[in-house]
């Protein structure tokens, strides 16, 4: 399972931190998990199972699944996995505190991740106590989720509508974002997104050149995603402009300031300028159907 859908619950006496697993909609959990999270053995544990699912209290096949986990060795093994409603089937029949506490707290966090995405614990970043703190990892991943091409090219579109001169049919606001977009890749590289790819691609390199992409193997959709080839600064760096372009805009928009498509041109480059970054004033060396045509080819020849 991916590290990113890993949630730890650490029971309220310290004594121990318990990975649950969310995937498919659902948080799972292994009876070794289970054992640790209720202070008991697996053999009790095993009993539970058996006594909930002989008694039809819940559904085998909705309760229980097969995941691929890789072990200390190194080696991939199908381990058995434990939905919520499972969890806390188990936590009534255990009794104790833990159990207690869990349900409790899966009824605070738990279903908030499931239906927001995410949970936060908001006394903990608003008053920190000494313990590791996260808040910059938090801020940083937050403005890479802003930064999303679908989520940011989503947000222009909401504000671009506000503009009182905005034309759905005009070409030239259908292009504002690849505008957008390529001024400020070429901010951080000193490149349009064309030229990233072109120069970064290579098929002698491991991935092609890629240094992020969706699923398991690079793809032919991923190659031509300049973003993709940004190593971790660059990510950073285009990251912040996005979010102080995002940011000065809904603050306009919040003030229902009267807005024209020419003044977001003007502000993108008055963010890079303000900022000391090199403003783009070309469409760049490489246009968008010869940089497909070209990276595609080094693509067959992997």
């Known amino acids: 399972m991916a590290q990113q859908n890993i949630i730890i619950y650490k029971t309220r006496d310290g004594k121990a931190s318990v990975a649950l697993y969310a995937r498919d909609g659902e948080v799972w959990s292994t009876q070794k998990q289970l054992a640790e999270l209720f202070a008991t ?17 819940l559904d085998e096949n909705s309760v229980c699944k097969d995941f691929l986990l890789t072990a200390a060795d190194g080696k991939t093994y199908s381990v058995m996995h434990y939905t919520l409603p499972m969890i806390l089937a188990i936590g009534f029949r255990v009794r104790g505190v833990r159990g207690t506490q869990f349900r409790q707290w899966a009824n605070r966090h738990l279903r908030e991740y499931m239906v927001k995405g995410f949970v936060m614990d908001d006394e903990r970043l608003k008053n920190p106590d000494g313990r590791p703190d996260y808040f910059d990892e938090m801020l940083a991943r ?41 001024k400020l890749l070429f901010a951080v590289t000193g490149q349009t997104a064309a030229e ?64 024209t498509m020419d003044f977001w041109r003007e502000n993108v480059d008055r963010i890079i300028e303000n900022n000391d970054f090199t403003l783009l004033k070309h469409k760049g060396s490489v246009d968008k159907k010869r940089m497909e045509a070209l990276v595609r080819k080094e693509y067959e020849t992997c």
């Not at 947000?155 to 506000?162: E, P």
């Not at 390199?205 to 699923?215: A, D, H, V």
């Not at 993709?228 to 996005?242: C, K, Q």
């Open 41 to 57: 053995s697996r053999e009790n544990i095993t009993m539970h199972i058996d006594n909930i699912l002989n008694e039809k209290e």
């Open 142 to 182: 937050i403005r890479d989720i802003r930064a999303s091409e679908k989520r940011f090219y989503q947000k222009v579109r909401d504000l671009f509508t506000l503009s009182s001169d905005y034309d759905p049919s005009d070409k030239a606001t259908q292009m504002f974002f690849a505008e957008v977009q390529n």
């Open 196 to 259: 990233i790819v072109t120069a970064r691609a290579d098929a002698d390199k491991e991935n092609m050149g890629l240094l992020t992409w969706k699923g398991a193997i690079v793809r032919k959709q991923d190659i031509i995603v300049a973003k993709n080839y940004l190593n971790a600064d660059e990510i950073d760096t285009l990251n912040r402009l996005v979010v102080i372009f995002l940011e000065t805009a809904e603050l306009r928009a919040k003030n229902r300031v009267d807005t």
